[in-house]
């Protein structure tokens, strides 16, 4: 049973336009969400990331919204430039049975940005 | 120099051969772990680490096991390799005051034919 979805596997956007990439989860025991962007040939590497006391987290270019009673999140990219093309990962963090943290990830989004 | 590293970068082999995968890290996390990442299903959790005497399997640990060196050092085995275990490998680190923002290495892509 999949607990964190991204059911866009992928997005083409223009350069300069606003990207809007989607998370869904399924447990109501996470409590923190990150986004992971994915290079070819390249390990992940953390992006943004909010708590869920928080419903809006921003950094740059970058912003990450939560709706708790949705069970939802997203990725806002603005404005949009080439280099963002990559593959990102929504994942969730509950803690463990063991008293830490674990994080589960979901598919993936290939987002491609046009020139 | 990168943070986390990953020998090999490649590798192909033939079903039932033993290999090992290794990850070392310079970032002096006491938390590692090993991810599979297939084609449309991201990454799964094989195991993970949170110090060199503390091993834990994750959702997909059979078929793998891990041995933990050193607090820098954690290398994946498979004991005989099965085509399904073709797939891209990585390696992650972590500090717990970061809550889980996890470092990965660049990731280790294995054939077994």
């Known amino acids: 049973d999949q607990q964190v979805k991204q059911n866009s596997p992928s997005l083409s956007v223009q350069e300069g336009r606003i990207s809007i990439l989607n998370c869904d989860y399924t447990?109501?025991?996470?409590?923190?969400f990150l986004w992971y962007k994915k290079y070819p040939a390249e390990g992940p590497t953390f992006l943004i990331s909010?708590?869920?006391?928080?419903d809006k987290n921003e950094d740059g270019r970058f912003t990450v919204f939560l709706n708790k009673s949705a069970k939802h999140l997203s990725l806002h990219i603005v404005p949009s430039q080439p280099g963002d093309s990559a593959v990102y990962f929504c994942?969730?963090?509950?803690?463990?049975?063991?008293?830490?943290?674990?994080?589960?990830f979901g598919k993936g989004t290939k987002l491609s940005v046009i020139p | 120099d990168a943070d986390v590293t990953q020998t090999p970068r490649n590798r192909i082999t033939k079903t039932g051969k033993r290999i090992m995968l290794e990850c070392s890290q310079t970032?002096?996390?006491?938390?590692m772990y090993w991810y599979r990442q297939d084609p449309g299903l991201g990454l799964r959790l094989i195991y993970y680490?949170?110090?060199?005497?503390?091993?834990n399997k994750g959702e997909i640990s059979d078929g793998y096991s891990v041995s933990r060196q050193a607090q820098a050092k954690f290398s994946l085995s498979l004991e005989s390799a099965i085509p399904n275990q073709t797939a891209l490998y990585f390696c992650?680190?972590?500090?717990?005051?970061?809550?889980?923002?996890?470092?990965f290495g660049p990731g280790t892509r294995l054939l077994v034919l």
């Open positions: 992650a680190t972590s500090d717990p005051r970061s809550v889980e923002t996890q470092y």
């Open positions: 447990n109501s025991m996470f409590d923190y």
């Open positions: 909010i708590s869920s006391i928080k």
């Open positions: 994942a969730a963090s509950a803690v463990s049975g063991a008293g830490s943290y674990q994080l589960t």
């Open positions: 970032k002096g996390h006491d938390r």
């Open positions: 680490s949170f110090d060199v005497k503390d091993i």
